[in-house]
């Protein structure tokens, strides 16, 4: 029997089977969101991965697997392995708000994508803000900050796009929008887990602080069709 917890191990094979299935891509034993939402792919028996990742660079040329090696066909390239650490939290955060956090709504799209591709190129798509809930800081009349979700199973939810503009990294504004991210998650009775890049060790240390505690590492693949 797979545990709630033991399904972290594979989050976007069990977020595509549980809460998000509507945004899943599926060929068999594997699973990827659509390209639109969130290129990321996760399997349960590796000797179907190869057609399937075959297929799937049809769709999005670059995409990522997230958790164990899959095989692959020579028509893709395998780029780079991200190791990030996967931390979980397990009570609420408690800490002073004094910035306003609005909820990031249809009105706000823009500037969400324009901010999080400033800062962290590649991963954000078109609709990825339609997979949860964000939250952002604005000073005059500018998104500055940002936290949301990206994947969601039945007990899970993992805080993302943690975002600050250059212009305004240290004043605390990621801690209080993980902070408030969280402790939304926790309002709808699912707990928040998130990953981070095993060498941002000024992120691992914040986290680390509001109560995360590191579970395992998981590996995110980055494959691209050959010739894109």
């Excluded at 549980?18 to 996760?42: A, L, Q, R, T």
């Excluded at 390239?77 to 408690?94: F, G, S, Y």
């Excluded at 579970?215 to 494959?223: A, G, H, L, T, Y």
Aim: charged letters at 25%.
């Amino acid at each position: 029997m797979v545990t709630n917890e033991n399904k972290l191990d594979n989050p976007v094979w069990f977020s595509l089977t549980e809460s998000h299935e509507k945004f899943s891509v599926n060929y068999g034993d594997v699973k990827f969101y659509h390209p639109d939402y969130c290129p990321f792919g996760g399997f349960i028996t590796l000797d179907s991965t190869e057609k399937a990742l075959d297929e799937y660079s049809e769709l999005a040329p670059s995409f990522y697997v997230v958790g164990e090696k899959p095989d692959y066909s020579p028509s893709l390239t395998l780029n780079k392995e991200l190791v990030c650490l996967q931390m979980v939290l397990t009570a609420k955060i408690e800490v002073d708000m004094n910035t306003d956090i609005i909820p990031l709504k249809a009105e706000h799209k823009d500037d969400l994508l324009r901010l999080v591709n400033l800062v962290q190129p590649g991963y954000f798509k078109s609709n990825t803000p339609e997979l949860g809930n964000y939250y952002g800081i604005y000073k005059e009349n500018e998104l500055i900050a940002v936290t949301g979700e990206r994947m969601k199973m039945n007990a899970y939810t993992e805080v993302s796009a943690v975002v600050t503009h250059p212009d305004h990294t240290g004043k605390g504004y990621a801690k209080q929008l993980v902070a408030h991210t969280a402790n939304q998650i926790f309002l709808e009775g699912k707990i928040p887990y998130l990953h981070v890049a095993e060498t941002n060790v000024g992120a691992i240390k914040l986290y680390e602080k509001l109560g995360f505690v590191t579970r395992r590492k998981i590996s995110f693949r980055n494959f691209t069709k050959k010739g894109e």
